[in-house]
T-cell receptor, first 111, second 112 residues
């Protein structure tokens, strides 16, 4: 069964700084990743997805994917207090009918 | 506006009682999911439903069962609830089997 590891478990970043979150799958057949954001007391909401090797940017958020190393990372520049949340990484492997979620990275942006 | 609803939002039950959690979606999505979320454990998949009366076990199905008699409605049933089933339960739906998942607001269940 695929495992998805996220690091760090928690991260404190000053307002305006760069936050970098990591996610690695244990399955060599991983084909794409999703990033979800969950504010305290709320439900997860999809933030970004990435299917191809390389980089994808949406506003202040950039996602990298390296399929060879089974690794994706999420970078948030000019971090805002509203970015404080639990960030969940989910991975899909070829032929699977489900996603596997990691345990998440708790991000705190300090004003 | 695409929406997933869950009822009830909060529930307190005694050990051994039966529990029914309900989920609805207005997007005509074929695929629906039930997860539980516990601190430090992330989202754990309980059951998947591919469509009406087409359900599959997730990673932690023991102690749970599901029912889907209409595409827009998916129920999670706990027969004789246990204290270790205290958790936050999320329902989700997706258009494609492994597409973006839309989550409901969650049900916080406490089993005493």
């Amino acid at each position: 069964q695929q495992k998805v590891q996220q690091s760090p478990e928690s991260l404190i970043v000053p307002e305006g700084g760069m936050a970098s979150l990591n996610c690695t799958s244990s399955d060599r057949n991983v084909d794409y990743f999703w990033w979800y954001r969950q504010h305290s007391g709320k439900s997860p909401k999809m933030l970004m997805s990435i299917f191809s090797n390389g980089e994808k940017e949406e506003g202040r958020f950039t996602v990298h994917l390296n399929k060879a190393s089974l690794h994706t990372s999420l970078h948030i520049r000019d971090s805002q207090p509203s970015d404080s949340a639990l960030y969940l990484c989910a991975a899909h492997t070829e032929g699977a009918d489900r996603l596997t979620f990691g345990k998440g990275t708790q991000l705190i942006i300090q004003p | 506006d695409m929406k997933v609803t869950q009822m009830p939002r909060y529930l307190i039950k005694r050990m051994g009682e039966n529990v029914l959690l309900e989920c609805g979606q207005d997007m005509s999505h074929e695929t629906m999911y039930w997860y539980r979320q516990d601190p430090g454990l992330g989202l754990q998949l309980i059951y998947i439903s591919y469509d009406v009366d087409s359900n599959s076990e997730g990673d932690i199905p023991k102690g749970y069962r599901v029912s889907r008699k209409k595409r827009e409605h998916f129920s999670l049933i706990l027969d004789s609830a246990k204290t270790n089933q205290t958790s936050v339960y999320f329902c989700a739906s997706s258009l494609l089997r492994v597409g973006e998942q839309y989550f409901g607001p969650g049900t916080r269940l406490t089993v005493l």
